[in-house]
């Protein structure tokens, strides 16, 4: 008579783990982040946050000079092209001689 054999496959035993030799350091969380970002993480929060600006400057402004370019609605494209022209070249009431025109103005005004 043949054995009954059984559908269901024998569990497998786990691996196995290594255990981690004594003496080998598992890094702290101020470590990994070492690791990750190169630089220690920093005890003052406006130190962490401008090392957070830095990091992310680059694909910001290319989101930024993007949505000048393409975005669907004209307000954000209108909005985004004036953010990047006042910050490159300064807002043009910055530029504008107009305390010397209402002078001259002025001038012309009392003789």
Same mark, same amino acid.
């Given at each position: 008579?043949e $054995?009954?054999?059984s559908? $269901?496959? %024998?569990? @497998? $035993?786990p691996?196995?783990?290594?255990?981690e030799?004594s003496?080998e350091h598992?890094p702290t969380?101020?470590e990994?982040f070492e690791?990750?970002?190169g630089?220690?993480?920093?005890e003052?929060?406006e130190?962490?946050?401008?090392?957070?600006?830095q990091? #992310?400057?680059?694909p910001s402004? #290319?989101t930024?000079?993007?949505? *000048?370019?393409?975005?669907?609605s !004209?307000?954000?494209r209108? %909005? *985004?092209a004036?953010?990047?022209?006042?910050? #490159?070249? /300064?807002?043009?009431? !910055?530029?504008l001689p107009? /305390? !010397?025109?209402w %002078?001259?103005?002025?001038? @012309?005004?009392?003789?």
């Open positions: 008579m $054995e009954a054999h559908s $269901e496959p %024998e569990p @497998e $035993e691996e196995p783990q290594p255990e030799p003496g598992t969380a101020d990994a690791v990750v970002h630089y220690k993480p920093s003052s929060p130190e962490m946050a401008k090392m957070i600006l990091e #992310n400057l680059i402004v #290319n930024l000079v993007h949505l *000048a370019v393409y975005a669907e !004209d307000r954000i209108l %909005e *985004a004036r953010y990047v022209i006042e910050r #490159n070249l /300064g807002k043009l009431t !910055d530029r107009l /305390g !010397d025109m %002078e001259q103005l002025f001038k @012309e005004i009392r003789s």
